[in-house]
Structures are given as structure tokens and as C-alpha cells.
């Protein structure tokens, strides 16, 4: 699969200042913590998602039981400096990816994906996010105009979620009975 040059990905949300001299603390949504850890070029983008622009990580570490991180970036030396920063998500190029295992996948490559019903091939929906809780969960925002919910979270395991082909743009899924129907709007 041909990777799409300059592509972002999301590795956290800054969440606010810590402490008078600029720290800034990062709730993550990566599951690799080198990414807060090791100096060097991210990108900031605003709240709104117009802007991105880089900036230099001096130093971060993470915060023991908590998906949180705090990280110094290059010229923010105070707390107010570092409110500015507040509701900022910070970005790397997925060039700088790790490789995974054939049956792990990355956010971004799940957004947007088609999931199909695996025995009648009905379209059902989406992807639009995935939340680790315990297991990670798939949120479909579901096109079936006859539904009142609008998404359903569900269970990202082998049983239930069989086929991810991301070559075609399509996640094949086995819901258990119900399970549509108690989608969220």
C-alpha cells in the first residue's frame, strides 16, 4: 500500500499549562509514548484545524496512570504562553510512523473506511474515530436513513470486526444481534 506523502497524525490534544515556567500537559491518543519523549520537530494545529505550524520538542515525559504527558516546547517559558496553547492538537508526519504487526492499524488508516455487513454486504457506515477502552471500539456513523441513531461504538476484536482492507477501503463486520440498534445519536 503506497503511503500518502504528508499525511498528519494526531498524537495528543494539549490540554492546558502546568506550572508557571511553560510545561504544557498532553493527553494522548497514541500508544507510543517516545513520541512525547524524544526532542525534535512536531506540528501544532489550531482548535479549529485551519492552521498547522511546527514547532521543536525540548523534553516530555509521561504522567504514571494516566494517558497524560508533560512536554516543554521550544519558546514557551511561561503559563501564559502556554494557555494560548490550550485545545492545540499536536501532530507528526506518518512518515514518522513505526511499523506495526500485520493486525494492528493506525487511527488515521481506519478514518473514513467503509464497514460493510460481512453476510449480506450491506453498507452500514463509516469509521469516523476509534477510543481505547479496555478494547479499542470503532465508531460508525451509520447511512441508513431509516435508523434513528446517527453512530454505534463497537468492539474492535477479531470476532466481531474479521476483515480490514484498507487496500479496498473496506471493513467487513460480524455485530452481534442488537448491537446496531443501540447506537448513540
Do not use: C
Not at 492552521?51 to 519558546?75: D, F, H, Q
Not at 514518522?96 to 493486525?103: R, V
Not at 465508531?139 to 436513513?145: A, T, Y
Amino acid at each position: 500500500m503506497e503511503k500518502n506523502k504528508n499525511k498528519w497524525l494526531e498524537i495528543g490534544t494539549i490540554v492546558g499549562p502546568r506550572g508557571l515556567k511553560g510545561e504544557l500537559k498532553v493527553v494522548s491518543s497514541t500508544d507510543f509514548p517516545e513520541r512525547f519523549e524524544k526532542p525534535g520537530q512536531r506540528w501544532l494545529q489550531s482548535p479549529n484545524g485551519r492552521a498547522t505550524e511546527p514547532v521543536e520538542l525540548m523534553s516530555g515525559k509521561g504522567v504514571a496512570g494516566k494517558n497524560i504527558y508533560i512536554i516543554r516546547l521550544e519558546g514557551i517559558n511561561n503559563r501564559n504562553e502556554a494557555e494560548t496553547l490550550r485545545g492545540y492538537k499536536l501532530l507528526i508526519l506518518d512518515e514518522t510512523i513505526p511499523e506495526l504487526d500485520e493486525d494492528e492499524y493506525h487511527v488515521s488508516q481506519l478514518i473514513d473506511v467503509e464497514v460493510y455487513e460481512q453476510q449480506t454486504g450491506k453498507l452500514i457506515g463509516t469509521v469516523v474515530d476509534l477510543f481505547t477502552a479496555g478494547n479499542d471500539l470503532l465508531e460508525i456513523k451509520l447511512i441508513d436513513p431509516e435508523s434513528k441513531a446517527k453512530k454505534v461504538l463497537i468492539p474492535f476484536v477479531y470476532e466481531i470486526v474479521p476483515v480490514v482492507d484498507l487496500e479496498n477501503n473496506r471493513i467487513e463486520i460480524n455485530p452481534p444481534k442488537g448491537l446496531l440498534t443501540l447506537a448513540h445519536s
